[in-house]
């Protein structure tokens, strides 16, 4: 499974951006697609999943900000991150989880100025 990601860049607080992930092979077949970042110094964290049933995770940290999708006519998966925050600062990267096996993406770096 290959995941590669793109969408990252400079905004202002307040500002938004769309992340997309475009995978190599069909999105029904992956238990799970998700999105995490890490930020400098900090681990790795969870963003957005969602379930191979449909159903999705959002972190507080996000909820109501940022929306996971995913395209599966396209095998795309997709972050709309709205209303950004500086410490929303991070490189994003998209994973996802086949048969017990854990795949990622490069990462693709979002920073926010205040």
């Known amino acids: 499974v290959q995941l590669q990601a793109s969408g990252g860049g400079l905004v202002q607080a307040g500002g938004s951006l769309r992340l997309s992930c475009a995978a190599s092979v069909n999105i029904f077949s992956l238990s799970t697609v998700a999105w995490y970042r890490q930020a400098p110094g900090k681990q790795r964290e969870l963003v957005a999943l969602?379930?191979?049933?449909?159903?999705?995770y959002v972190a507080d940290s996000v909820k109501g900000r940022f929306i996971i999708s995913s395209d599966n006519a396209k095998n795309t998966l997709a972050l709309q991150m709205n209303s950004l925050k500086p410490e929303d600062t991070a490189v994003y990267y998209c994973?996802?989880?086949?048969?017990?096996?854990?795949?990622w993406g490069q990462g693709t770096l979002v920073t926010v100025s205040s």
């Open positions: 969602i379930r191979s049933g449909g159903s999705t």
């Open positions: 994973g996802a989880n086949r048969m017990g096996f854990d795949y």
